[in-house]
Structures are given as structure tokens and as C-alpha cells.
């Protein structure tokens, strides 16, 4: 059964540093979208993207945050200038339309800034 | 705003029938999802309303009231693995295209022999 995946599984970095998280959607799926989950709280939405930009964000999805779709398979998520409260996991998601349509969640990357 | 409330704790007996309750005071509401989380994984999906009425997926039912803004996930036959977290979640149209979804805290279920 096709699945999202993320690389890395766990990362960590130091505050103020930038990390990029990966995430390769199912193939036939044309909707992406990102969100964060902090240790003990819920899932929260972060942003969604289609046809190459982004179709909603957040009030979290500041100028700190970014994503791209650099291929045909990879969506990222770039994180600017960590700070301490950016650790959490961090969830890609996708379906395959954005209506009626379920979101499959991939395993996750658990961030954690020093 | 969003709010989606459900109670943080539950337990029940393995092969027992357990109702997991959530309500809901949203803008353009467009479905309710239930998924399942296990401790530091992904939400997995279970089930999906958007008409009101029941939905039954083997072990697992779920309930929707649009009038009432409220939806139960109904457990039966309790497996130990049942265990995990389990999140009530709307979507939500916001009339730009995308349908972001918006959880509620999850309902932390605990299987006892």
C-alpha cells in the first residue's frame, strides 16, 4: 500500500541554525500539507500546497518557514533560524484531491533544537 | 475560531464497547475524521463523516450530528492494541481552495485485561 515517507526520522540541531525536512507524498496525490505536533499537545495545521504554491497557511507558518516542491517527488519544509519552541514532530501529509478526500499522514520527523 | 473538545482520558476492559466522544464549533465545516496515534507516531486514519448518520468500518463505527456539532467513535471488541490516542479532527473549508484539517486534543485510550 503506497505510503508518505519523511526523512530524516529525528533530527537535531542548535538554535539558529536551519534545517530542512523531507517528505516524499504518495505519487498519485496532488494535495501536500505540513504540520507540527509539540511533545503533549495536538496536531496542529501548519500549511497546504497544490499545483506549486501554497494554497493555505497558519499564523504559525511565519517568514520563518518555508516549502518548496524542488521535484516531481520531494516536498520540503525549510525551518530558518531554529528556536527552542520549533522542537516537535513534524508531519507531512498528503491526499488526493483536496475535497472528499482523506489526508494519509507520513511516520514523521521529530525535531529537537538545542 | 475552531474548537473541538473531547475528554483527555479514557479506560475500558479488553473486549469491552468503549464511545469516545467530540464536539465541535466551527466555520465551514466539511467532514470529521477520527484518527488513531499510537505514542510518537503518525495519525493513522479509521474513519470519515460528512452526512450525518453512522458510519461502521469493522470494529469501529463513527457518528455525526452536523445540527449538534457532534460525532462519537464507537470501539467494540477491545483489543489491548486499541491503546493509543485517538483524535477527533475537522476540516475545514476556508473558501481558498484548501481543506486543512483541525484537531482536538485526542482522547488518550487505555485497554485493561
Known amino acids: 500500500e503506497p505510503e508518505v515517507t519523511q526523512t530524516p526520522s529525528h533530527q537535531v540541531t542548535q538554535m539558529g541554525q536551519e534545517v530542512i525536512l523531507r517528505c516524499v507524498p504518495i505519487?498519485?496525490?496532488?494535495?501536500f500539507y505540513w504540520y507540527r505536533q509539540i511533545l503533549g499537545q495536538k496536531v496542529e495545521f501548519l500549511v497546504s500546497f497544490y499545483n506549486n504554491e501554497i494554497s493555505e497557511k497558519s499564523e504559525i507558518f511565519d517568514d520563518q518557514f518555508s516549502v518548496e516542491r524542488p521535484d516531481g517527488s520531494n516536498f520540503t519544509l525549510k525551518i530558518r533560524s531554529t528556536k527552542l519552541e520549533d522542537s516537535a514532530m513534524y508531519f507531512c501529509?498528503?491526499?488526493?484531491?483536496?475535497?472528499?478526500?482523506?489526508?494519509?499522514f507520513g511516520p514523521g520527523t521529530r525535531l529537537l533544537v538545542l | 475560531g475552531q474548537n473541538i473538545d473531547q475528554p483527555t482520558e479514557m479506560t475500558a476492559t479488553e473486549g469491552a464497547i468503549v464511545q469516545i466522544n467530540c464536539t465541535y464549533q466551527?466555520?465551514?465545516?466539511?467532514?470529521l475524521f477520527w484518527y488513531q496515534q499510537h505514542a510518537g507516531e503518525a495519525p493513522t486514519f479509521l474513519s470519515y463523516n460528512v452526512l450525518d448518520g453512522l458510519e461502521e468500518k469493522g470494529r469501529f463505527s463513527s457518528f455525526l450530528s452536523r445540527s449538534k456539532g457532534y460525532s462519537y467513535l464507537l470501539l467494540k471488541e477491545l483489543q489491548m492494541k486499541d491503546s493509543a490516542s485517538y483524535l477527533c479532527?475537522?476540516?475545514?473549508?476556508?473558501?481558498?481552495?484548501?481543506?486543512?484539517?483541525?484537531f482536538g486534543k485526542g482522547t488518550k485510550l487505555s485497554v485493561i485485561p
Open positions: 501529509a498528503s491526499s488526493e484531491l483536496a475535497r472528499q478526500e482523506t489526508q494519509y
Open positions: 505519487s498519485n496525490h496532488l494535495y
Open positions: 466551527t466555520s465551514g465545516f466539511n467532514g
Open positions: 479532527a475537522v476540516r475545514v473549508s476556508s473558501g481558498a481552495g484548501s481543506y486543512q484539517l483541525t
